[in-house]
């Protein structure tokens, strides 16, 4: 199961790269107004979900349907965000967080940011809780296989987040762009075994990150 894990995240990263080519040679100057890679995200996106159905095509599996599941995936929206707000919420009665206007809020980067959180956690998942995580329980089990995932998960965010000037001295912070994550993907892990797709831990997923 290995290699087959293995070259199926080689295709993804393939994927991130070209999608990156594409949109960087023809993507109008409009897809990037606002800063948001959005259309890298989305382009990948397709890209990763062609890379799945070839796998499983090649290991001669039926093609898994990736018709959302819209109930699991409103109750991981309903939860992501309800997360995210008792934490905010505690955080200011705590005296940590404090509410102020945002000037450079606009309509417009209000949807590419949408589209980009989209896109972006639909990519996350695809890649590990979709392919990889069934084909890694198959071998390892479900709880090796959930746990090796989350630390990629959080090595992933520590390379791609790791470099942020608000981390770039390390300690607590540097730790918390790793541990965060793998911690979160534990919980997405268990629910994409648990229902058998990756509708809730999208859900779940995209209403923290966005909110």
Request: some cysteine; glycine content about 12%.
């Amino acid at each position: 199961m290995g290699w087959k894990v293995a070259g199926f995240l080689v295709l993804c990263a393939a994927s991130v790269t070209a999608a990156t080519v594409l949109v960087g040679m023809f993507a109008p100057p409009w897809a990037s107004k606002d800063g948001q890679a959005w259309p890298v995200v989305a382009l990948a996106a397709l890209f990763i979900l062609g890379s799945t159905r070839l796998c499983l095509r090649m290991e001669g599996r039926r093609a898994v349907s990736f018709r959302p599941r819209f109930t699991h995936l409103a109750i991981g929206l309903a939860s992501g965000v309800a997360l995210v707000g008792l934490l905010a919420w505690a955080l200011m009665l705590a005296g940590v967080l404090y509410w102020q206007p945002n000037r450079g809020f606009s309509a417009s980067l209000m949807l590419s940011g949408t589209a980009y959180f989209c896109c972006a956690v639909l990519v996350e998942e695809l890649v590990f809780r979709g392919y990889a995580l069934q084909r890694l329980a198959e071998g390892v089990g479900s709880r090796a296989a959930v746990a090796l995932l989350a630390a990629a998960f959080g090595g992933y965010h520590l390379l791609t987040l790791g470099t942020s000037p608000s981390v770039k001295a390390g300690g607590a912070d540097l730790l918390w762009v790793a541990a965060g994550p793998a911690i979160g993907a534990i919980v997405f892990g268990v629910a994409a075994l648990r229902t058998g797709g990756i509708a809730l831990p999208v859900g779940l997923h995209l209403g923290w990150n966005w909110t």
